[in-house]
């Protein structure tokens, strides 16, 4: 019974197209984020929500627009997808607005050609 | 600009022996420092934390230290098993940043039989 899934696990797209990542957790925790790993294997924060409000944008383009439903989801849409985009995104989830011991999804390894 | 700096990409021991993975900060404002583990198309799974108030917590065949002064942590693992063959991250949070997560670059064990 999988705790925080993310789908789809893989995706390729053109540049310029629009794409959604879904995300789900079945934890009942009230905050949930979206992390980005960059070809260099870096783990950088993107967003984090708390009970579907935005708590921190970490500069990240405009492009990328996160939505939460309700707090159970947070799902990452991106607009004109371009090339420097492709990394694998991950989402967490906590039980606290802290951040601390956060759970991740499998993350969705996202290719722009 | 990394806050968070694992210096090794990579340590090799072999089983039954001590695996000592180190990380180092530079933001005197961390607070709350964690251990997560990463295996190959897999999200990062927290593996045991510690709290600027303490120097040690000890989880089973894991240890963390914590040396403040020095901005230092380190993860013990004893003893070894080829099972803990991953990569590992360190990762770093202040509440007066909302408390996200900022990782280091990782460092990749290998346990061999």
């Known amino acids: 019974d999988t705790a925080v899934s993310q789908t789809p696990k893989y995706l390729v797209t053109q540049m310029g197209n629009d794409k959604s990542i879904k995300c789900e957790q079945n934890?009942?925790?009230?905050?949930m984020y979206w992390y980005k790993q960059d070809s260099k294997k870096f783990l950088k924060i993107m967003f984090s929500?708390?009970?579907?409000?935005?708590?921190i944008n970490e500069t990240v383009p405009n492009r990328f627009s996160p939505k939460s439903p309700d707090k159970a989801h947070l799902n990452l849409h991106i607009n004109s997808l371009e090339l420097g985009d492709s990394a694998v995104y991950f989402c967490?989830?906590?039980?606290?607005?802290?951040?601390?011991?956060?759970?991740f999804g499998q993350g969705t390894r996202l290719t722009v050609v | 600009d990394q806050q968070v700096k694992q210096n090794s990409p990579s340590l090799s021991v072999q089983e039954g022996r001590i695996s000592i993975l180190n990380c180092d900060y530079t933001?005197?404002?961390?607070?709350?420092f964690l251990w997560y583990k990463k295996y190959p198309a897999e999200g990062p799974t927290f593996l045991i934390s510690?709290?600027?108030?303490?120097d040690k917590n000890e989880d089973g065949r894991f240890t963390v230290f914590l040396n403040k002064s020095a901005k230092h942590l380190s993860l013990h693992i004893v003893p070894s098993q080829p099972g803990d063959s991953a990569v590992y991250f360190c990762?770093?949070?202040?509440?007066?940043?909302?408390?996200?997560?900022?990782f280091g670059t990782g460092t990749r064990l290998a346990v061999r039989p």
């Open positions: 934890l009942g925790h009230d905050t």
């Open positions: 990762a770093a949070s202040e509440k007066s940043s909302g408390d996200k997560l900022t």
């Open positions: 933001n005197s404002m961390f607070d709350y």
């Open positions: 967490a989830s906590s039980p606290s607005v802290r951040g601390t011991e956060a759970f």
């Open positions: 510690i709290s600027s108030i303490k």
């Open positions: 929500y708390n009970n579907k409000e935005l708590i």
